[in-house]
């Protein structure tokens, strides 16, 4: 289960940026993970629950997590296609037959933080 | 209550030690593959075919990535070629440090450096190690279905080779299915069929690693 290492990156960077900006407690997290990142959100979310054993950063942190569709691309074409959780992904233009840009769907980010000062 | 827009990439860290070891490995010219596949596909077999076909010509290192033990390693070791062991204790993957920090133990006086990552279809996907190609094996006995089973892992390959062709009569491996389902989704990937046992197909691998060696150098 590789979200454990994905949690523990997480918390390094919320670290970071508590020290940076001066925050007292991080209330919410705001995660952005594409489906075809290689992430299970059920994994990673019960993975930073483990972790706020150890982690009093995010003790009392609630994480919101938006999965990210894929978009893709045909250059060619100049058309975008998407797939979401469970569609069978295929990545080749049904038009010309090209092989598809992934530009969305890859991610794993922090958007953003709530905090208390 | 504060908002504050962080806005940072979740492996950033492991992004930045992936482009680290690309940059000394281009510094060294080495060509670098990273191997991987379920446990007991036969990574480490054709890493031993593909070293002795490649041996007398160019120069290798190898990084093999386990949870326990160094035997893969020492199989390779046997083959005169420098060797560094990772346990992960436990990690189911390789990630970019664990690669830099095993790069220190080994000479990078060399052409070609195999990367064998821990024998794992799902979590080794995810992490960048810092090489140039990778190359995702599939077996025959694991079945016909498992590219559309394992998207992400069959995404990131830049080549994807069909291994144990030679059971291929005793199994019910549709090997048209595979080959149809690694185009759909990953269209770029060339799909090598081979055999480390009889050796069929190591022709065409052998001389598609050259080519890529052969091309990496001209840049």
């Given amino acids: 289960m590789h979200e454990g290492a994905i949690a523990e990156n997480i918390v ?43 982690e009093r950063i995010i003790k009392d942190t609630e994480f919101d997590v938006t999965e990210i569709n894929v978009k893709s691309h045909c250059v060619l074409c100049n058309k975008d296609f998407y797939f979401k959780k469970g569609d069978d992904i295929m990545l080749l233009c049904n038009k010309c037959g090209m ?19 | 209550m504060k908002r504050v827009v962080v806005e940072r990439k979740i492996l950033e860290r492991n992004e930045s030690s992936a482009q680290k070891i690309r940059t000394i490995l281009k510094n060294q010219s080495v060509f ?3 191997f991987m596949s379920s446990p007991g596909a036969g990574k480490t077999t054709i890493i031993e075919e593909t070293i002795r076909m490649l041996k007398d010509n160019y120069g290798i290192s190898f990084i ?28 189911c993957h390789l990630d970019a440090d664990m690669v830099l920090r095993a790069m220190e133990k080994i000479s990078l006086d060399c052409d070609l450096l195999i990367i064998e990552n821990v024998g794992n279809l799902v979590c080794p996907a995810t992490f960048d190690v810092g090489a140039d190609k990778n190359v995702v094996i599939l077996s025959v006995p694991e079945g016909d279905d498992k590219v559309k089973k394992y998207p992400v ?22 090997m048209s299915k595979v080959k149809k389902e690694a185009k759909q989704i990953n269209p770029k990937a060339e799909v090598i069929e081979l055999s480390a046992k009889t050796m069929s197909g190591f022709d065409k691998w052998i001389s598609l690693i050259e080519r890529w060696i052969s091309e990496a150098n001209q840049y």
Avoid: C, H, W, Y
């Avoid at chain 1, 919410?28 to 993975?47: E, N």
């Avoid at chain 1, 092989?99 to 000062?117: F, V, W």
């Avoid at chain 2, 892992?153 to 549709?174: E, H, P, R, S």
């Fill in chain 1, 12 to 54: 390094d960077i919320l670290k970071e940026t508590k020290e940076a900006e001066n925050i007292d407690k991080i209330v919410k997290v705001r995660l952005k993970i594409g489906i075809m990142s290689g992430v299970m959100v059920d994994a990673l979310l019960f993975a930073l629950t483990a972790l706020k054993e150890e």
């Fill in chain 1, 99 to 117: 092989p598809l840009d992934i530009i969305e769907g890859k991610e794993m980010e922090i958007i953003d933080i709530e905090a208390e000062q």
């Fill in chain 2, 32 to 34: 670098a593959l990273n």
């Fill in chain 2, 64 to 91: 093999d990535g386990d949870l326990e033990t160094d035997r893969d390693a020492e199989r390779i070791k046997a083959l005169g070629i420098d060797t560094v062991q990772i346990n992960t204790s436990g990690a």
């Fill in chain 2, 153 to 174: 892992m069959f995404n990131v390959a830049d080549t994807i080779l069909i291994n144990k062709t030679d059971l291929l009569g005793f199994m019910d491996f549709d």
